[in-house]
T-cell receptor, first 114, second 108 residues
């Protein structure tokens, strides 16, 4: 049973470009969470999605960031017009049920904006 | 705002010693979890303790929870160099909210 798969692992973008980060949850998991981690800091919650629904986006910046989890395919975190401050590690996690015990993390996508 | 705050921020010990990390949180919880993160890697789940539990063990890990004080501790006994990592507590409602982490360094 493959774990949570994130790609790309590393992404370099110039200021103003778009970044797309993908996350395939564990098999059988219908809940996906995105977190952002700045260097030497903890994980900050961004958004929680179920298939085709955004459940909680209270941690998402108001502009330039969006997330989706379509019926088919991976969850996508999209950052438009990236700025240097977007440089961070973005982690995806999945769980079978909301508030259910453990959530399982991917290895992260490291975004560097130059 | 962050739910959990770990203390200390950084801890350095020798192999064989015990490491204790503390976590405080602000609101009522369903359960509290501890995760480990090696540098440049994702988070690995270590242990979950429910709000009605006071202590839990898993191998060399011992977790306590005091809901009256809104605090938890993680004890790693007989530490090894391979335990070097950052450790985070996380509290949950419908999503996990993480603390700022404790960076543990175990010297051989």
């Amino acid at each position: 049973n493959a774990g949570v798969m994130q790609n790309p692992r590393h992404l370099v973008r110039r200021r103003g470009q778009e970044a797309r980060l993908r996350c395939s949850p564990m098999k059988g998991h219908s809940h996906v969470y995105w977190y952002r981690q700045l260097p030497e800091e903890g994980l900050k919650f961004m958004v929680y999605l179920q298939k085709e629904n955004i459940i909680d986006e209270s941690g998402m910046p108001k502009e330039r960031f969006s997330a989706e989890f379509p019926k088919e395919g991976p969850s996508i975190l999209r950052i438009q017009q990236v700025v240097r401050g977007d440089s961070a590690a973005y982690f995806c996690a999945s769980s079978p049920l909301a508030g259910e015990n453990t959530i399982y993390f991917g290895e992260g996508s490291w975004l560097t904006v130059v | 705002s962050q739910q959990g705050e770990e203390d200390p921020q950084a801890l350095s010990i020798q192999e064989g010693e015990n490491a204790t990390m503390n976590c405080s949180y602000k609101t009522s919880i369903n359960n509290l979890q501890w995760y480990r993160q090696n540098s440049g890697r994702g988070l690995v789940h270590l242990i979950l303790i429910r709000s009605n539990e006071r202590e839990k063990h898993s191998g060399r890990l011992r977790v306590t929870l005091d809901t009256s004080k809104k605090s938890s501790s993680l004890l790693i006994t007989a530490s090894r160099a391979a335990d070097t990592a950052s450790y985070f507590c996380a509290t949950d409602t419908d999503k996990l909210i993480f603390g700022t982490g404790t960076r543990l360094q175990v010297f051989p």
